[in-house]
């Protein structure tokens, strides 16, 4: 007998410990359980293809909003070429209407329902040894209806499936991120989230979390993501992982943690201060700072206890903050969202993401769409189209400034030019509108331009909104173009250094410049962080120096060196 476990993921850089866990957790019929992992951009006559000559008699989906459009294709075609195979379904995407996804696909044997490990294991003695018969088996949906349902599984028994495979490059999970779970459930109640219906939180215990992550550790992963949904939800649990982390930090794993930041506390705050630069990263969701929107969506936060912690960790300049804000969200119109924006973007995050509400199967905001007039895709991710707060086209529109915001702020490209722009607009919101607005007006959004030219369209923006600034935003390009890369070709945007040929010589000469160096020479103080020294023209022009040798690890910007006086 085989049964193979597949998933289908976003990108290949990414795995899915689902699948894992459960082959682990059923290890003493492993030699009978395959895994088969694409992404969503193979074709479906390849996965096809491959999973026909793997001939096994049960296969297994790992299901979710990226991949189930996907999958239930392969559902209509896989009993055409193996008839004899049974098909099972599994993961959030299928466990909160698993009877019509039973009715809709008639070629399904079977949907297992939430944590799914001891059911898998029931599973896989039914298939290898007879029993206990499929009714038996708490956690299904079969032909029949529910089986009852299955209780949490304790953490203190899952296997921890990475030791199972080393970090050569045939391991499956060689140059992808690892994922790594410490607990399950959400103390908190968000109504668009499916988390917020385990109201259980379950941790795995520390002495174990501790031996795993050395693993990590010893292996020099370059990066494990926690899939916890609110990591410091338990001070001491938090505490007592970042500590050890800081203990025995290897200098090169970063370790991605999902917080709620209204919730850290000065203990906390000292701890990650003293981390090394880029051993932890953290993701905020704020989602909207609108209080109306925040009662209404069962979201507990302190903004200005969130303002506060993010300005203490900003300080000290090793923690990469991503901030996150979901548009279509109850109470929240098109000039709410733009101040929730406006608010979360002066907390200078290293990125902000701007999502996109997803009305999720067996969420509160499930039940309660249709009476907030919200009108979504029939299809995966559920993505809202409009409510009656936000109209079709105020969401095209937002749809325009997340890609601006992608392209000029989180790629952390323009830093020094976009604290200069955002001065000459009433609010950054109002700066990235009339940028996205310039984009579709050139029909960039159509024909996507390259990194490079992305820096001479702003100079362009520039030069139709703000001609008078012309120069000082062509010196700021240029200093933003060094920091990230040398480049191999002058920009044509940059000034003219013919007159400086003779000095720029002689600092070359120098014994601290090396040959990766670049020389510039500014007129402004375009290396400052500060949008008003920045505008100070400088007493004579300024020779700059750009070190690629000791980049930034959190940003990757080159080194900036003040050279002397022209």
Not at 427 to 448: D, H, I, V
Not at 493 to 510: D, G, H, K, M, T
């Amino acid at each position: 007998m085989k049964m193979l476990l597949t998933a289908v993921n976003a990108k290949y850089i990414h795995s899915n410990p689902a699948v894992y866990s459960l082959k682990a957790y059923a290890s003493q019929f492993g030699d009978q359980i395959g895994i088969a992992e694409y992404t969503i951009n193979n074709r479906t006559e390849a996965i096809l293809a491959d999973l026909y000559r793997q001939a096994p008699q049960a296969i297994a989906f790992s299901c979710y909003i990226w991949n189930f459009r996907q999958i239930r294709e392969l559902l209509t075609e896989l009993p055409k070429i193996l008839p004899g195979t049974e098909l099972w379904l599994g993961g959030p995407e299928v466990s909160y209407d698993a009877e019509q996804v039973m009715h809709e696909f008639p070629q399904l044997t079977g949907i297992m329902v939430g944590e799914g490990e001891e059911t898998f294991l029931e599973l896989m003695r039914h298939y290898c040894e007879g029993e206990p018969a499929l009714p038996e088996i708490r956690g299904l949906c079969l032909r029949g209806g529910m089986t009852g349902a299955r209780e949490l599984t304790n953490l203190d028994r899952i296997p921890f499936f990475y030791e199972c495979y080393d970090n050569s490059a045939t391991s499956p999970f060689a140059n992808r991120i690892i994922y790594y779970e410490s607990s399950r459930g959400c103390p908190y109640r968000c109504s668009y989230c499916l988390s917020s219906i385990d109201k259980t939180v379950r941790f795995r215990p520390i002495d174990t979390v501790k031996r795993e992550l050395s693993f990590f550790l010893e292996k020099k992963v370059p990066q494990v993501k926690f899939v916890d949904r609110t990591f410091n939800c338990n001070h001491t649990h938090a505490m007592e992982v970042w500590r050890y982390l800081l203990d025995h930090d290897n200098g090169v794993t970063n370790f991605h943690f999902e917080i709620a930041a209204d919730i850290i506390n000065e203990e906390e705050l000292n701890l990650l201060y003293a981390m090394r630069p880029g051993l932890v990263q953290l993701e905020i969701g704020v989602q909207s700072t609108n209080p109306e929107t925040l009662r209404e969506i069962r979201r507990t936060m302190d903004v200005d206890r969130l303002r506060y912690v993010v300005e203490r960790i900003r300080q000290g300049k090793n923690i990469h903050i991503h901030l996150d804000l979901i548009a279509g969200l109850p109470y929240e119109d098109y000039d709410s969202f733009g101040r929730s924006f406006d608010e979360v973007y002066t907390m200078r995050p290293s990125q902000l993401q701007l999502g996109f509400l997803k009305i999720l199967k067996g969420s509160y905001m499930y039940e309660k769409a249709k009476e907030y007039g919200i009108i979504y895709r029939s299809e995966p991710p559920y993505e809202v189209l409009y409510s009656r707060w936000l109209p079709y086209d105020k969401v095209l529109a937002l749809k325009r400034i997340e890609e601006v915001v992608e392209l000029y702020y989180n790629s952390g490209q323009f830093t020094h030019t976009l604290a200069v722009l955002e001065q000459e607009y009433d609010s950054p919101f109002r700066m990235f509108e009339c940028l996205a607005q310039y984009y579709e007006n050139k029909g960039y959004f159509t024909n996507s331009p390259s990194r490079a030219y992305r820096y001479e369209i702003l100079l362009q923006f520039v030069s139709e909104e703000r001609p008078e600034q012309t120069a000082l935003f062509r010196e700021l390009l240029t200093c933003d173009m060094y920091l990230r890369e040398k480049c191999k070709s002058r920009p044509s945007f940059a000034p003219e250094l013919s007159p400086y040929r003779q000095v720029l010589r002689q600092a070359e000469e120098r014994p601290d410049f090396h040959k990766t160096d670049h020389l510039e020479v500014f007129t402004y103080r375009v290396w400052e962080s500060d949008a008003e020294e920045i505008r100070r023209a400088c007493h004579k022009p300024t020779i700059v120096r750009f070190s690629y040798e000791n980049r930034s690890p959190l940003d990757h910007n080159a080194s900036l060196y003040i050279v002397g006086e022209v």
